[in-house]
């Protein structure tokens, strides 16, 4: 299985800071890369899909992509305590398959 | 639409007991996948199914672990014989002709 890495430890940011988290990943072919969030005790769930260079905003969730340096970003702007959980990022191997990352925990504080 | 469907939610067994875990997942979904997540890890693919066929199980230990999706719909994952380092949550997904996976609520498994 292809590796995907997310080596930031916990990061807390205030309420209504910008939390920035970033993975890279090992197969150069991986087309397509996610980040899911996962609250505790709760399954992962779909917030961001990329699949081109550049930048890619969603509300307050924007992913970044840079395919030469093989890394993968996501900003919180206006993080919230509900953006409080451990954010996933995922790559695809081919035939639909995605490796994940081990997660980042993101603690908001109010 | 209705989601990932999985049972049990919990489930508490001795070592070397067997167990089997139960996904539907969503209607049209042709791509069903098993993941295994250990606490403080990402998931991890076992095995991935295209309708009725396996596409990858390379990483199912089968010596112990076996799955299966008859008629293309639903699945189940089944481990026999169990061991403590099984503890995990066990994830269902499924996907339609893409990557992007939609998870069910998991089942949560404890061997002691």
């Known amino acids: 299985q292809k590796e995907v890495e997310q080596n930031s430890g916990p990061l807390s940011v205030p309420e209504g800071a910008i939390a920035s988290l970033n993975c890279t990943y090992s197969?150069?072919?991986?087309?397509?890369f996610f980040w899911y969030r996962q609250y505790s005790g709760k399954s992962p769930e779909l917030i961001m899909s990329?699949?081109?260079?550049g930048d890619k905003e969603d509300g307050r969730f924007t992913a970044q992509l840079n395919k030469a340096s093989q890394y993968v970003s996501l900003l919180i702007r206006d993080s919230q305590p509900s953006d409080s959980a451990t954010y996933l990022c995922?790559?695809?191997?081919?035939?639909?398959?995605?490796?994940f990352g081990k997660g980042n925990q993101v603690v908001v504080i109010p | 639409e209705a989601g990932v469907a999985q049972s049990p939610r919990y489930k508490i067994i001795e070592k070397r007991q067997s167990v089997a875990f139960w996904c539907n997942p969503i209607?049209?979904?042709?791509?069903l996948y098993w993941y295994q997540q250990i606490l403080g890890q990402g998931p991890k693919l076992l095995i991935q199914?295209?309708?009725?066929?396996?596409?990858?199980d390379s990483q199912l230990p089968k010596d112990r672990f076996s799955a299966e999706r008859l008629k293309g719909v639903d699945s189940t994952l089944k481990i026999q014989p169990a061991k403590l380092e099984d503890s995990a949550v066990y994830l269902c997904?499924?996907?339609?002709?893409?990557?992007?996976?939609?998870f069910g609520q998991g089942t949560r498994l404890t061997v002691v």
């Open positions: 997904a499924s996907s339609f002709g893409q990557p992007e996976a939609f």
């Open positions: 197969d150069r072919g991986s087309q397509s």
């Open positions: 990329i699949y081109s260079n």
């Open positions: 995922a790559a695809d191997y081919g035939n639909n398959r995605l490796a």
């Open positions: 209607s049209g979904h042709a791509t």
């Open positions: 199914f295209q309708n009725n066929g396996v596409v990858d």
